[in-house]
């Protein structure tokens, strides 16, 4: 591989009303921006459509509580090893590290918790996934590489 | 509507199909279906996944939130028609061990 070819990125930027009927048209281009690299297979483009919904849902949630209507960002960087996604909100923020874990799936409270799976999931199905929370509004970079660079290793 | 809900019975069991993603944006009008036929005296319930393609963890949320009031009114949920990605979102979250998963609504109703 030459140093052009490793330095190829690409910018796509989504900008997006903070509602929930918004999240697929989110996922559907994330996935499509993932499709065009051919190394990427299905199963880790579902991973990543999964983890964007996740990120995607909680800046819809972060602004629903605050009643406003500012608008969610969502930039893809593509690169030739990785896919780079960042979902940019302006709601109140969040403290990751307050935020609990599940039971384990065989407690018996494990059925009383319909919320908190997000952040787990996105941890699970990203390679890298990365949250930074202000008072001003949260970043989650989530990141998945493909198998060329998980080969190459 | 961004989500179609199906609502049909079976030999006792209400069958309740969302066709569509299961997301945020779904998940009150599959919840409040839910709710409402506990709430009517159905606590037995099939969810039947198979027009669903793509389910996250407030979808998951859903089917643990109806599972709950069916369980506490005296019922039950029964899965089925869980494949591909959603089958793979359960697996990771490991919910396919509280739930019994079916084929399909014939399956699930036999029990």
Known sequence: MSDDEARRTADVVLDLPARPEFLAMARQVVAAAAALEPTFRDERIEDLRLAVSEATTNAVEAH?????????KIRCNLADDRIEVQVLDQGGGFEPDETSEPPEPTDPDRLLWERGLGLPLMRELADESEIHSTDGGTTVRLVVYTPRRSWGL | VLVDVLVTSRDGWVVIA????????????????????????????VLDLSGVEFVDSTGLGVVVAAAKRARSAGGDVRLC???????????????????????DVA???AG
């Open chain 1, 64 to 72: 629903a509580h605050l009643g406003s209507d500012e608008r969610i």
């Open chain 2, 18 to 45: 969302p066709v569509g993603d299961l997301d945020l944006a779904a998940a009150p009008q599959v919840r409040g279906e839910a709710v409402r036929q506990v709430t009517d005296g159905n606590s037995h319930l």
């Open chain 2, 81 to 103: 028609g869980v494949s591909g990605p959603v089958a793979k979102v359960f697996e990771v979250v490991g919910l396919e061990r509280i739930f019994e998963v079916f084929d």
């Open chain 2, 107 to 109: 399956a699930a109703v």
